[in-house]
């Protein structure tokens, strides 16, 4: 009896242990599953970040070609070393173009006005026609030309020296630059409130060249400018 | 008897009031193309100096510029 008894023991243990081997296979591929949904999570999260980095590293290669305050850019200037490598680019800040902005936005509402006025009742309609034609081709010469001046009046920093290309009136250009080692003074000058809210200043700088004092008027950053070239300057001595 | 003078103030006094607008018109224009022109010049200029991938879109702005000057004073010309 007591053998049937042990053998029927043995039958519920194998049974048993059957039965465990069966949860603890079944936990383990739930455990194996769970953990390569980890892993597929784990991984999209780290493909989303290099995702995220590429993308970062194309915007931080990305140049607005009309920024004011532009690092290394890619543009060369006349008479560049072939060595000679631009740090920095300046132009005067964006908002220094407002008032030829709003003369601009004002005039191209003039012509809306122009049937209210009393002396324009005289003209007739092909004189009115070609007036509203040239008062927005004055407009677009106005906008064009201020712009131009804008974006050519720059101020350069390489490697090597500054330099200063000023464009006066039409034809009239100005190119001024003075080697590293001859300046003996950089200062910048900002003050009230919407030359601190937006964070643009004149530079000076004095030199022992040709030209005594370079400035520069609404340029962006001046702190970060004048920063800029104080390092290069030490990086000289 | 008239003299040269009288007979051309006189034909000059005939002339109505809008072809001397007219006349004022096309003058100024071409002295804006002039102005349109050296515009084109300075861009080239100006790119000359600084040279970068906006260059051409400018100076093709300025050519646009230009040939919107020519194409008043042709409409001047033709509808005045």
């Not at chain 1, 194998?14 to 784990?42: A, H, W």
């Not at chain 1, 500054?162 to 009136?169: H, K, Q, T």
């Not at chain 2, 003299?3 to 009031?17: A, D, G, N």
């Amino acid at each position: 009896m007591s053998e049937i008894f042990v053998a029927s023991k043995r039958k519920l243990g194998t049974k048993r242990r059957l039965g465990f081997d069966r949860v603890t296979e079944r936990l383990g591929r739930e455990q194996s599953s769970v953990k390569s949904k980890i892993e597929k999570k784990k991984e999209i999260k780290v493909a989303e970040k290099c995702r995220l980095k590429n993308l970062l590293v194309s915007l931080r290669g990305f140049e607005n070609p009309f920024g004011t305050y532009v690092r290394s850019p890619k543009v060369k200037f006349e008479a560049q070393g072939k060595d000679e490598e631009i740090i920095l680019l300046i132009r005067s800040h964006w908002v220094t173009n407002v008032p030829w902005m709003l003369v601009s936005f004002l005039g191209i509402f003039v012509p809306f006005i122009w049937p209210f006025l009393p002396f324009a009742q005289f003209l007739p309609l092909r004189f009115q026609t070609i007036l509203i034609l040239v008062w927005y081709l004055l407009i677009l010469g106005f906008a064009f030309e201020n712009f131009l001046r804008w974006y050519f009046n720059v101020f350069i920093v390489t490697n090597y020296r500054v330099v200063d290309i000023d464009f006066y009136s039409l034809m009239y250009k100005e190119v001024s630059d003075a080697e590293l080692d001859k300046i003996e003074d950089v200062t910048y000058r900002t003050g009230g409130i919407v030359r601190s809210f937006l964070n643009y200043g004149d530079i000076y700088i004095q030199t022992a060249a040709e030209k005594a004092e370079f400035d520069f008027q609404g340029a962006p950053k001046p702190g970060q400018v004048v920063e800029t070239i104080q390092n290069l300057l030490e990086r000289q001595i | 008897m008239e003299t040269p003078v009288e007979k051309i103030l006189k034909f000059l006094l005939t002339i109505s009031f809008w072809f001397w607008f007219k006349l004022l018109l096309l003058v100024g224009l071409s002295v804006y193309i002039a102005f349109a022109m050296l515009v084109v010049k300075q861009a080239k200029m100006m790119g000359e100096t600084i040279s970068g991938g906006t260059n051409i879109l400018l100076l093709g702005l300025a050519w646009i510029h230009l040939g919107a000057a020519i194409l008043v004073f042709l409409l001047a010309l033709i509808l005045l």
